[in-house]
């Protein structure tokens, strides 16, 4: 199986998530973890937005990582040239390519659409920058004009790289796979296809997952998800599922992930949940009886990689669903032995609370618990 390449957009498409707004401080600490994990290019922000972004994205720049970085414009000559005061050389175009967004948003025919972003294009490899197009709402575009704009781009513009943009999550995996497979199979061999996916239907990196094993080279991602209204494909997430679920190889250092992962949740200023696959609070906390059983005998029973690949280990909880085994191992972890009859009177007390609590049993109040039956035990010799 082929090699996944992830283009990150944590500091762009992430940012632009409701209320996120990271300090300069912070774009250069994850820029810095992106490199360290192995992405291997970065889209940095939005030139046209402002002197501060130009700023932010010059400091990025100046840090010489190895890791290629990129910038997203409009097919405008003004974002262009904002884009090149920067020092980035890598211009990321984007368009609109469906009917509905050309002419909602720029009152253009697809012939005009595709006339403006082939005078971005000359315009900015005139200047000497490296181009990559972006393909706005792609999954709801005519494949004949996908097909059409990248064979000119291709051969009029000298483009390569396509970003096809699932905009409005208006994809299943199975419609990805076919587009995907059909655009390619239309197109000139050597062009490189990314596919963006955004999460409205919980289907970013599945549909991600399938354009890559589609054919496309390259998955745009952002650290745990973060993105415009429920987010991007999470690069832990294609990364591992990519290795694991199809056999494939990443660069990504997974012992990294859950560091970058902390750090872009909290400069965020968001939450994604305690059981947020990979790096979740609760991704490898268990508390079934059966599943501790099992787990206990041997970890292959219930995990498909092992957690400490990612830093993480297996961690056991008691709640209404343990067994007498996880009251005997949560107190063997602190060097307390039980016997049977007693961790089965501790269980139904961990029941009752976690009933009452709504929550897990802390391990403190077990142990005050085994105590009291102790206590009450050499009361009644």
Known sequence: MKSLKLCDTTLRDGEQAAGVSFTRAEKLEIARLLSECGVEQAEIGIPAMGIREQEDIAAIAALGLPMKLMTWNRALKSDIDKALATG?????????????????????????????????????????????????????????????LVNSLYKEGGIRWFRYADTVSAHHPGQMAGRISTLLGAVPSDVELEVHCHNDFGLAVANTLSGIAAGATWASTTVAGIGERTGNAAMEEVALAWRYLYGGHSDIRAELLQLIA???????????????????????????????????????????????????????????????????????????????????RLLVRVREYAETSKDNVPEALLVEWLLEEQQQAQNAV
């Open 262 to 344: 902390d750090m872009v949740i909290t400069a965020s200023g968001r939450s994604v949940g305690d059981s947020k696959p990979i790096v979740g609070k609760m991704a490898f906390t268990h508390e079934s009886g059966i599943h501790v059983d099992g787990l206990v005998k041997d970890r292959e029973t219930y995990q498909t990689f092992n957690p400490a690949e990612v830093g993480r280990e297996h961690s056991f909880v008691l709640g209404k669903h343990s067994g007498t085994g996880g009251v005997a191992l949560v107190l063997g972890k602190r060097g307390l032995e039980v016997d049977p009859d007693t961790a089965a």
């Open 88 to 148: 980035v050389k890598w211009c990321h175009i984007s368009i609109p390519v469906s009917e509905v967004q050309l002419r909602g948003k720029l009152g253009l025919s697809p012939a005009e659409g595709l006339a403006k972003l082939l005078r971005a294009v000359e315009y900015a490899r005139g200047l000497g920058m490296a181009v990559s197009v972006g393909m706005e709402d792609s999954s709801r575009a005519d494949m004949s004009f996908l097909v059409e």
